[in-house]
């Protein structure tokens, strides 16, 4: 090793014992490092017998270098450790350090529960329930596509093809018979019984459940009203209770109307949308709710949205749809 870099050795290691080190820190870092004691003396030594600035630097013999490395690397770590307890980091937001309790006893600070509006797979007709993870991630994926015009079976395959990134060719094939008949060739009444876990299904068994919960999802957020049925009611399960809703298309000569009349378990607000048209009602209580939107011609498509925010952060969205 050349003369620049023993002589940059040796001013770091100087740095490290100017008198800024405290006399007890000096202490524990020579007690904590074997034989680093020697090392701080020698080079306090050195420096007070050193020349003045410009001098020439006391040298290390060249098979000393490493060791010396290693003090000077404990000794640097060590004092790093002293002053980071002595000037602990803040956060961005902290100006001076500030104890935070281990947990706050508020009885009128209350957590939101997350997706509330997941207990409405106990009224799905399944041969065997889906986890929460996958039924939360299905119903997420089946409100994304409930407004979307395109077929039902290309919906099925949209709301479940995250599970199976690699498989859609069969995810088409298992999604044609779950459109067309009760799906019947993966042998569902032979699945293993209701207590066994749903990774212990086959690939295809998972496809073909998790398919039809997307269907009967799908159907039950899809509300049909027409001339000739203008009619249709809905029951959501929520975890505080039942949701009910009707649907009813009015014609009234050259006025049309639609309202929605709810009974909610809790507080909610209802927003009826269509083609830049919008109604909104909100209840401070459980109990009954109705809006509505009337002109001279109804659009084919609206949507409602249910808020229950005692419940959940996210709301419920239903699609309306109108036949002529």
């Not at 409100?143 to 060719?169: I, M, R, Y």
Request: proline letters at 6%.
């Amino acid at each position: 090793m050349n003369s620049d870099s023993e002589s940059l050795q040796h001013q770091c290691l100087d740095w490290l014992l100017t008198d800024n080190v405290k006399t007890n820190e000096e202490s524990v870092e020579c007690e904590e490092n074997d034989g680093v004691k020697n090392l701080l003396k020698e080079a306090t030594a050195s420096k007070s017998s050193e020349p003045e600035l410009g001098g020439k630097p006391q040298t290390f013999q060249l098979g000393e270098i490493p060791t010396v490395q290693d003090r000077f690397q404990a000794v640097l770590k060590r004092r790093l450790q002293i002053q980071v307890q002595d000037h602990p980091p803040l956060f961005p937001w902290e100006t001076h350090l500030i104890e935070y309790p281990d947990f706050i006893d508020e009885p009128s600070m209350t957590l939101v529960p997350s997706w509330g509006w997941m207990v409405q797979q106990s009224k799905l007709n399944l041969p065997r329930p889906l986890p929460e993870r996958v039924f939360r991630q299905l119903l997420e994926q089946c409100q994304a596509l409930v407004t979307s015009s395109v077929p039902l079976g290309a919906k099925l395959v949209q709301a479940v093809e995250n599970f199976f990134p690699n498989d859609s060719q069969a995810l088409n094939d298992i999604a044609g018979l779950v459109l067309r008949s009760t799906y019947r060739s993966v042998n569902m009444e032979t699945l293993p019984n209701l207590q066994s876990d749903y990774s212990d299904l086959q690939p295809r068994q998972q496809m073909a459940l998790s398919l039809l919960a997307a269907k009967q999802l799908l159907e039950n957020l899809t509300l049909p009203v027409s001339a000739t049925s203008p009619v249709v009611e809905r029951q959501w399960l929520t975890s505080v209770g039942t949701l009910n809703i009707k649907v009813e298309y009015q014609s009234l000569g050259k006025l049309t109307k639609l309202l929605v009349q709810a009974e909610l378990p809790v507080k909610g607000t209802l927003t009826l949308r269509g083609s830049g048209t919008l109604a909104m009602t909100t209840s401070s209580t459980s109990g009954y709710l109705s809006v509505e939107l009337g002109c001279e011609q109804l659009h084919p498509s609206y949507t409602l949205e249910v808020e229950f925010p005692e419940i959940d952060e996210q709301s419920l969205l239903f699609v309306i749809s109108l036949t002529i």
